[in-house]
């Protein structure tokens, strides 16, 4: 059983930073993949990067050079460092969880770049 808890989320203008943060919990050993998902208003949910155990990540092309994830594998924790914002990335993110073969989705949490 693993829980999720999502933070860093909220109001930012075009060109500023976020950094949104995931934390896992339970009885852990070693969490396979770690990923952000993103998804607007009327869109589908879609990656937006993840990070495997050890360490290799995949962004999407939207986001590659502005964002980038990280993983503390002691922590169970997850981040995903966010530059230069642009309007186009609002959106709800997801932090999502593989662990063995189970996969674990967080609540979410709001993401607002203003123009």
């Known amino acids: 059983q693993v829980q999720l808890v999502e933070s860093g989320g909220g109001l930012v203008q075009a060109g500023g930073s976020l950094r949104l943060s995931c934390a896992a919990s339970?009885?852990?050993?070693?969490?396979?993949?770690m990923g952000w998902y993103r998804q607007a208003p009327g869109k589908q949910r879609d990656l937006v990067a993840d990070?495997?155990?050890?360490?290799?990540?995949n962004y999407a092309d939207s986001v590659k050079g502005r964002f980038t994830i990280s993983r503390d594998n002691a922590k169970n924790t997850m981040s995903l460092q966010m530059n230069s914002l642009k309007p186009e990335d609002t959106a709800v993110y997801y932090c999502?969880?593989?662990?063995?073969?189970?996969?674990?989705w967080g609540q979410g949490t709001q993401v607002t770049v203003s123009s």
């Open positions: 990070i495997t155990s050890d360490g290799s990540t």
């Open positions: 339970g009885t852990i050993f070693s969490i396979n993949v």
């Open positions: 999502k969880v593989v662990y063995r073969y189970f996969t674990y």
